[in-house]
């Protein structure tokens, strides 16, 4: 599976864009992005996720390059319950029989500030 | 719709004791996995399930045993605990969300803290 880096924190006004970059400059073409976001003391919880379009859910939207190595992930209106830990991951499209084990990095702590 | 229970959520245990963290899915999964969280360290695979009968080694298997009882449960054996092994432990589950997306969206539980003295 191709790498990521993510920072590793960054600072958000409550009510303001929070926008979580990724780089992932050795994914190959079968490979989506997906995001998690894990708040303290609970399990990771699944975000959004996307192959080569922007994606738009009603949590978050995914930009990605259109060379693909990198992404963006957008929390359009951050609140003080987006703090959290924000894990960014590729990994190539399921094929019949194939494991679906995720591999999760360091993330990026996005604090969000009143 | 509990999606994926875990118990317990607090253990602790003295070198050398031995205990089976419990993991059930309700959503019909075939896939189930083990992680551990230690601070700095991101989550690690222990183990997984592909599908009810399988079990694979993941990133830090050593020290511990799985076993996939059926299509909704799968443990986690600590044989005989160590320090080392106090950490959050979290299991998941997940299916493909079909063919076309080919995604792979894992469900988590609410986690495991073991402390190991």
């Known amino acids: 599976d191709a790498k990521t880096t993510q920072p590793p924190s960054m600072d958000c006004a409550e009510g303001r864009a929070a926008n979580l970059p990724c780089n992932h400059s050795t994914i190959s073409g079968n490979e989506y992005v997906y995001w998690y976001r894990q708040i303290h003391s609970q399990g990771p919880q699944y975000i959004i996720h996307?192959?080569?379009n922007n994606e738009t859910n009603e949590m978050a939207s995914l930009i990605i390059t259109e060379d693909r190595k990198s992404s963006t992930l957008i929390l359009p209106h951050a609140t003080l319950r987006d703090t959290a830990v924000y894990y960014c991951i590729v990994r190539p499209k399921n094929s019949g029989g194939s494991n679906y084990k995720l591999t999760f990095g360091k993330g990026t702590l996005l604090t969000v500030n009143p | 719709n509990a999606g994926v229970t875990q118990t317990p959520k607090f253990q602790v245990l003295k070198t050398g004791q031995s205990m089976t963290l419990q993991c059930a899915q309700d959503m019909n999964h075939n896939s189930m996995y083990w992680y551990r969280q230690d601070p700095g360290m991101g989550l690690r695979l222990i183990y997984y399930s592909a599908s009810e009968g399988t079990t694979d080694k993941g990133e830090v298997p050593n020290g511990y045993n799985v076993s996939r009882l059926n299509k909704r449960e799968f443990s986690l054996r600590l044989e005989s605990a160590a320090p080392s092994q106090t950490s959050v432990y979290f299991c998941a589950s997940n299916e493909r969300q079909g063919l076309a997306s080919g995604a792979n969206v894992l469900t988590f539980g609410a986690g495991s803290r073991l402390t190991v003295l």
């Open positions: 996307g192959l080569k």
